[in-house]
């Protein structure tokens, strides 16, 4: 059976229903464990909130890890981790945790991620701890427990893991945004343009993937609505590199040249959710397209205004029924100044 139909067949999440600060700490942590793994080369898909807290898919690989927040670093006791955390739960920490992979496949791994330690790994490290360095007594403790729950024959714990982390979960917002501002210098070889809406449009993308509900039929359309690719992301990152060819600075001294202050605060926040909406709408990069083989293709380009007014009688239309009059404005100012400056020459296969 290929990895993506045995992941179709897993049960749903089986957490059951969290505090706000629990699904933030989840995403944050997703972020962060992001990352670390765009230092390496690897194409992956990071799925929010579907089969477990947080998920990494390779081409043959699937990594699971749920995320556990402790008040102020409490240890965690073998009885916590083994038994039903509430009379109406389908099941005990390990156990949701282990059915993901009950028949032991070496290509899943599972991980519960805590920020408090666990009182029966001895010698515990920051970072990931192997189920298979406990001690004999305690893994036959645990292979017991998961027979009981899941009702297998045997349990195999090579591909577990507790992972110890010193992330402030209860409060993760600033360690995140510090490592996101550092490795982005790495990525992109230069500055974020702007930290915080590089961040702020990073976490809305996240957010808005774990929280799609509705239905979905196959592993593509899973990837489509509730991941993330390597791709995905750095296509966020190159969007906010300082110097980067974004059409942003110069949407903003047209607003700011606007001599009437009621529309002027109007087009501004026109650009704030078009800055959000650009780099992650597949219905805005197709109207982008359209423009700039437009704009190639005609005889002559006037004035900025002037190509304006062209393009409401040619594009007003193309757009989805949320996006009023100043927003699309705005979006052809930004297509005009990426295109005079010259971003679309690789970008777009005309």
């Keep these: 059976m290929e990895i993506k139909e045995y992941y179709m067949g897993l049960p749903y999440d089986l957490s059951g229903s969290r505090s706000k600060n629990r699904f933030r700490a989840e ?13 390496s080369e690897k194409e992956f898909v990071a799925i929010f909130d579907y089969k477990c807290d947080f998920e990494i898919h390779y081409d043959n690989e699937l990594e699971f890890y749920q995320i556990k927040t402790r008040k102020n670093g409490k240890n965690f006791t073998f009885k916590e981790l083994t038994k039903k955390e509430t009379e109406n739960s389908q099941g005990s920490i390990l156990g949701k945790l282990y059915v993901l992979n009950k028949d032991g496949d070496a290509n899943i791994k599972l991980a519960l991620v805590s920020n408090g330690p666990w009182n029966d790994i001895d010698n515990i490290v920051v970072g990931e701890n192997k189920f ?52 982005f210098q790495i990525l992109m070889n230069s500055e974020p343009d702007k930290p915080n809406a590089l961040y702020n449009l990073i976490y809305s ?7 799609y509900e509705f239905s979905i039929s196959n592993y593509e359309e899973l990837c489509e609505k509730k991941g993330i690719t390597r791709e995905d992301f750095l296509k966020m990152m190159k969007y906010h590199a300082h110097d980067s060819k974004t059409g942003i600075k110069e949407a903003e001294q047209y607003i700011d040249a606007m001599t009437n202050l009621r529309n002027r605060k109007l087009y501004k926040k026109a650009l704030s959710k078009l800055v959000s909406d650009i780099p992650k709408s597949l219905m805005l990069k197709e109207i982008e397209k359209e423009i700039v083989k437009y704009l190639d293709e005609a005889e002559e380009l006037g004035e900025l ?21 100043a927003e699309k404005i705005v979006f052809y100012v930004i297509v005009v100044n990426k295109y005079v400056e010259g ?8």
């Design 27 to 39: 995403l944050l942590w997703g972020l962060d464990k992001i990352l670390d793994i765009l230092q």
């Design 132 to 183: 298979e360095n406990l001690s004999d007594r305690k893994k036959e403790e645990i292979k017991q427990v998961l027979q009981d729950e899941i009702g297998v024959e045997s349990v195999n714990l090579s591909g577990m893991y507790y992972i110890y982390t010193m992330i402030n979960l209860a409060n993760p917002k600033n360690e995140v945004f510090g490592k996101l501002t550092s490795n």
């Design 343 to 350: 971003a679309y020459d690789e970008e777009f296969d005309n």
């Design 205 to 211: 993308e996240i957010e808005d993937k774990a929280c």
């Design 305 to 325: 205004e002037e190509t304006i007014e062209v393009l409401i009688d040619n594009f007003h239309a193309s757009f989805p029924i949320e996006y009023n009059n």
